[in-house]
């Protein structure tokens, strides 16, 4: 047995090939975000025997499981995108990148569903009271490799609305998704932009 042999990767042949993968990776984004939710309300709650160590538990991972989650999405959204092509996602770990590389009518989409909201208390000083989607994913853009390695960092932040965020990309790839599929039934897949 080779130690160092990765498992082999599922080929992208044809449209078909690459509509079944983007739902899974939209599967396993969905199933992270479950598991980081789980967490969340875990440690929410008050108990009985909670320790230090619960609380730990929760502060750590779920930073992690949401970063992972938003690159498989943002992934899962690439693949939607670029349907026609049977190349594979940016391999990397940048939220910002991935977002950045996805097309244009998507980008669109997620900032139209996450839009920045302006502080209406300072209209002559442009400060967010909400950034957008892009702004925060910028914010976050390393977040999975930050998190992973804490222990080498003196603090890191991790944004509530980043709970958001992640809900924005996964519901957006499972509407594409969807009308991707409806495509590929009547025989014309094409861009998953508004038709």
Known sequence: MN?????????????????????????????????????????????????????LAAFHGVPILQAQSAEIALKALWRIGHNKELGEPPRCHNLTRLHDNLTETIQMQLAERFPEIPDPSCPH????????????????????EEWRYAYELGSLRFEHVFDDVLNTLIELGWQLHNQWLTRLRDGGAQDPGPQ
Do not use: W
Request: net charge positive; charged share 30%.
């Open 3 to 55: 130690k160092g042999r990765k498992s082999p990767r599922l080929k992208v042949v044809c449209e078909g090939d690459a509509y079944i993968i983007s739902g899974r990776m939209l599967s396993q984004a969905t199933s992270l975000r479950s598991a980081a939710e789980m967490l969340n309300q875990a440690r929410n709650k008050p108990a009985e025997g909670k320790s230090q160590e619960d609380f």
């Open 125 to 144: 000083f442009p400060i967010p009271y909400r950034k957008g989607l892009r702004a925060i994913l910028n914010d976050h853009e390393i977040a999975l």
